[in-house]
């Protein structure tokens, strides 16, 4: 006789996999058909998690191929990580605010390539 046994597993929306980063991280997310992300000119949202001590900043640069390290691209002014509000907690849709700003109409239809530096923090999505 077989014996049949089932489980179910369970979840947070968009939860499934993250970058994790346990010590400071540094990483841009570009897409991958074209060099840049085309902004829609509203916000940018994260879903993230930090730990204790953990912290998320981001910086909004101009789109750049992976050889650009060699001159790091610099960080549209009222966007660079001096100007981001700390992001921490558990946040399943949180918009990111510079100096408490969140509209990004200026860049409306312009690809544009996202910085994130976090330390302590998992990354589930990004949504722009």
């Avoid at 921490?88 to 969140?102: A, H």
Wanted: with cysteine; charged share 25%; proline share 4%.
């Amino acid at each position: 006789m077989v014996s049949l046994e089932y489980r179910w597993a369970t979840w947070e929306r968009d939860r499934l996999v993250a970058l994790d980063a346990t010590g400071e991280a540094r990483f841009t997310v570009n897409n991958t058909a074209q060099i840049g992300l085309p902004c829609q000119g509203r916000e940018l949202r994260l879903n993230y998690k930090t730990s204790s001590g953990g912290w998320i900043r981001v910086e909004l640069i101009q789109p750049h191929t992976p050889y650009a390290l060699i001159r790091p691209t610099e960080a549209y002014e009222g966007y660079s990580t001096k100007e981001a509000d700390v992001l921490t907690g558990d946040e399943l849709s949180k918009v990111v605010t510079w100096n408490g700003k969140s509209d990004l109409s200026t860049f409306r239809g312009r690809p544009i390539s996202v910085r994130i530096h976090m330390s302590r923090a998992k990354l589930f999505s990004i949504s722009l």
